[in-house]
Structures are given as C-alpha cells and as structure tokens.
C-alpha cells in the first residue's frame, strides 16, 4: 500500500496506513495525533515502518520506561525487516543505529534515504532532527535538499528547507522559503519559526512581533514544543526590545504551563528566564516552579544542550542535591555517550555547565574561565544559533560582571553592528561604552 506522499508501505492494513499518515503529519507539522501509532503496530506487527515510527514515540516519551517501550517496537521492526522493503530496512537500520548510539551508521542511512527515497520526508525529518542535535547545519539543510524536488507542493518540506537556510546563515533564502511555505499553508508552525529566526538575527524585532502574534492563533494544535518555543521566539522580540512586561505576560501564558513535564517547555522556560534576568528584569520566584519540575526529571543525559540548561535552573533554584547528580552525571557521558559526542560532553558541556554554576553563584571569574575553551565549540552541543545565543549572553555578562569592559565592548560592538534595531544590546553597548571611558 502507499502513504500520504506516495511511499510503499509493506502492509495489508487500511489502519496502518492511516495511523502512519497521522503519525507523519504530526511530526513534519508538529502535530499531536501519534498516539494512534501504538495500537496499529500491535495489530499489525509485520509492518516494520509502524513498528519503527511505534520505537519513535516510546523515545520521545520521557517517561522512565521510555526504551522499554522504544526497545519492543524497534525489535519488532528489525523482525520484520527481512520481508520489507529497501526504503523501511534503510529506516528500520537508521534509528536502530540511532537507539545504539552509532551515530555515523545512522546518518549514512537518513543520507541514502533521502537520495534514494526523496518522497520519504519523514525520514528526512527525522535525520535533521539527528543532524540539529550534533550543530550540523549543513547536514540539516542537504537532506531538505534531497527532497525539494519531490515535494515541491508540500509546505512542511519548504518548511524543513527554510530552517536549514537559516541555520546555514542564508537568511534572505530562508525568508522566502518560509514566506513560501505559510503561504502555501498557513497552519505551518516550522516555516512561521524559520521566519522568527531570520528576523530576530537580522534585529527586526518590531517586524518579527508582527509576524508571529499574526499567525500565533495557528499554534494551538501544536504540541507543547512547537507551541512553547514559537510563543518564546515571541517573548524574545520582545525581550530584545525590553518590553519585559509583555515578555512576562507571554511567559506566564504561553511560555510555562502547557506541559510542565516536558524538556522543550522546561527548556523554553529556562532560557527565557536566564535572558530576562541578564538583561535585568525582577522574574519574581518563576525559578523556583521550574527548578522543581527540572529536579524531578527521571529522563536526563540525552541532550548535552538541554542538560546544560537544566544544570542552570537547578543551580538557580538551590536544588543542590539534583544539581551535583545531574554534573557527575555529565561527567559519565565522556565514557557512556555515543563515540561521536563524547568529546562535545567532556569538552563543552561539562565545563560549561561547570560555569554556568559558577555564573548562578555570582563567580564570575570561574565562570569566565571555565566557559573559554568551551566557547569556541559551543555549536557542536546540538540547538539553534538563536538559542545558542544564551551561552553567548552568559559569556558577555560574566565579563562585565568582573568589569572586563573593553573585552565586552567589542562583543557588543559586532553584536549592534549586525542587526537593524537591536535595542537591548544597544543599550548595554552605551552602558559599557560609558564605564569603559
Ligand atoms: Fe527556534
């Protein structure tokens, strides 16, 4: 049988197939509808892609028993990958390799799927996912690429491409691409974000407030990632123009709250908070919610990008014990991690991390000195440049704290140079520029 965007599918099932379409359409299109996945798998347990998209969702869940779950289907899948097709072994192979931690093997197989199988824009998804998470943006944007040409009437695709544009630093391409994409189909929360990053690289804060409160009502549906994060892209435009009260108000309502439980949202939180208070807004006790929800986390030592986030939240919110678990924890992944990212735990986002407790407990020399060597390798820690940009904040603000004025003078001076009407570095750039004097 054949799926949404015309790909074989090894089955007999009409519910197979449509639960494997609802999966696709809530993961291009940040959707909710993937339960549906499990039951179809049960009921049809030779069908090695439902098998695979089934191991998928046991590891988004964030649940203790997550590769339990992920385990059951994703050995399904290798039973049943004898009698399928190249396209699902190539899929079954790719995440399989992904669950034991053989990055490389893995990539090589999202790369052949979007070669051989352009239709397959799961697949390609799912790569970029893989390829954000190691700061490879041009990974991210040749597998969009590979599948262009198929989907050319696909928004989500023009979507996936726009992303990577801009993560590439092609920011005017990466415009059109969005524009593109949202007018093509306006429910395309990928594409409004990819247009948000331009916008707030480029410091169009006033424009970027415009186009995401404007199509902000097509984010309901999202899931808690998709809809925190673009709401955080929002608050950050407004952050950037210091309108704190609004950046607030939009935390409250948006930002925390839609699923507290949840990485992404606890990761949105955090970093929103951490920005506002550099900048020098009063949070109140927000810290203290979020650090309760961090600390509770049983689903830690995935991402270093997130964890290095949480290392903050915990240190901010006085969790000493879940803090000094989390740090040893990091530590281990120098041996524990995948080969490919081992280096990136010991090098980066432990001594970062490390400095980012220095920085909560206001030593700002040891968080200086501890952030240098890792500073310069920040964007093989995996996220957007966007969110990247908090680490970069940290450093600017641990140099000032220790009145290191001329060092954070040049920071800020590129920093003001490159955008349209960057209002918070501007201010701080006038404010160093005079204690400098
Ligand atoms: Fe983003």
């Not at 090894?10 to 359409?25: L, Q």
């Not at 990819?194 to 999202?222: F, K, P």
Request: glycine share 6%; aromatic share 10%.
């Amino acid at each position: 049988m054949k799926d949404l965007y015309d790909n074989e599918v090894s089955t007999k099932s009409d519910k197979t197939i449509d639960a494997i379409n609802r999966f696709t359409t809530s993961l291009v299109g940040y959707g909710t509808d993937f339960g549906v996945i499990f039951e179809a798998s049960d009921e049809d347990p030779d069908c090695a892609i439902a098998a695979t998209l089934s191991g998928i969702l046991g590891l988004f869940l964030e649940t203790p028993d997550r590769l339990e779950i992920a385990d059951t289907y994703f050995n399904r899948a290798l039973t049943a990958a004898p009698a399928a097709t190249e396209r699902e072994q190539l899929l079954v192979e790719a995440m399989w390799s992904s669950r034991q931690g053989d990055l490389e093997k893995s990539l090589g197989c999202f790369r052949k799927l979007a070669k051989l199988y352009p239709n397959d824009l799961l697949s390609a998804k799912m790569g970029q996912t893989h390829y954000f998470n190691l700061g490879d943006d041009e990974g991210m944007l040749w597998l969009a690429d590979q599948v262009m040409e198929a989907h050319q009437g696909t928004a989500f695709a023009h979507g996936m491409r726009a992303f990577g544009l801009e993560q590439t630093s092609q920011l005017e391409k990466a415009e059109e691409e969005a524009r593109l994409a949202t007018q093509m189909q306006r429910a395309e929360p990928w594409a409004h974000h990819a247009a948000a990053h331009v916008m707030v690289t480029q410091g169009r804060h006033e424009e970027g407030i415009q186009w995401m409160r404007d199509l902000s009502n097509e984010w309901d549906y999202c899931n808690s990632f998709m809809y925190t994060h673009n709401w955080w892209h929002l608050a950050l435009f407004h952050l950037e123009r210091e309108e704190f009260d609004e950046a607030l108000r939009i935390y409250d309502t948006h930002v925390w709250g839609r699923d507290k439980t949840y990485s992404q949202d606890q990761i949105n939180a955090i970093s929103l908070l951490w920005r506002m208070e550099m900048a020098g807004a009063d949070v109140g006790g927000r810290w203290e919610d979020v650090a309760n929800f961090v600390a509770d986390r049983s689903f830690v030592l995935d991402q270093p990008f997130l964890d290095m986030q949480y290392v903050f939240a915990l240190a901010r919110g006085g969790k000493t014990l879940e803090l000094n678990n989390l740090l040893a924890g990091m530590e281990m992944m120098e041996m524990d991690a995948p080969k490919m990212t081992r280096a990136v735990w010991e090098h980066v986002a432990t001594p970062a991390s490390h400095a980012f407790v220095a920085f909560a407990n206001e030593d700002y020399a040891r968080a200086e000195e501890l952030l240098l060597p890792a500073r310069e390798k920040m964007q093989s820690i995996g996220g957007s440049h966007a969110q990247r940009d908090l680490f970069e904040q940290v450093w600017i603000h641990s140099l000032i704290r220790q009145n290191k004025m001329k060092e954070a003078l040049k920071i800020l001076e590129a920093r003001v140079a490159f955008r349209k009407a960057p209002a918070l570095d501007l201010h701080l750039y006038q404010q160093v520029k005079a204690a400098a004097a």
